[in-house]
């Protein structure tokens, strides 16, 4: 089994969303015994984000016509996407940032999100193609923003659940700390909370998972 663990938070050590992510990845090869981890830090190493010459992928340009700047920028979105594929479980530390993701994250996911590799279009209308993956996202957030009314300004783990079933992930499984903003008793609430999350997600079978999360 091989999980990519992926950050995205640039606080290094002060960040919350890493700290659990890294824990969240701890319990998981605990209860998997023989999972590989590859790790990726997009604080570190993120792609740019797309622009003509790495939208080459996506327009279809034969490769004699490519640039050098489109070879390289090619090159790099097959790496990520190669790399995605091939993962069987994904941890991804994805604090909230003004009601969404940060932008390095979503610059991967833009990478990522390629028509003939992670999904396809079909006469029925689009299907993902990355089926069979469990996906875990660490969320992090300074308010509380799960259940109605607060939830229609969630862009953050609306979208994650949008995007990555429409790749075909269905089995996605949070996380969550949020009201860490909310003074020191609101901040100790959070992190508990996260902590038995990770205890409930990590040890859970993907066949049960997704009840247990929507519930």
Known sequence: MKLLHIDSSPLGSASISRALSSKTVAAWSASHPGTIVEYLDLALDAPSHLNMDSLGFKLGIDAAQLTPAQKRENALSELLVSQFLAADVLVIGAPMYNFTIPSQLKAWIDRIAQAGRTFRYTPNGPEGLAKGKTLIVVSTRGSMYAGLPVEVVDHQES??????GFVGITDVRFVRAEG????????????????????????????????????
């Open 180 to 215: 860490l903003a909310m003074g020191e008793q609101g901040k100790a609430r959070a992190l508990a909370a996260a902590e038995a999350d990770i205890s409930a997600q990590t040890g859970q079978s993907a066949n049960n998972a997704m009840a247990e999360v929507v519930a």
């Open 159 to 164: 979208y994650l659940k949008t995007v990555f």
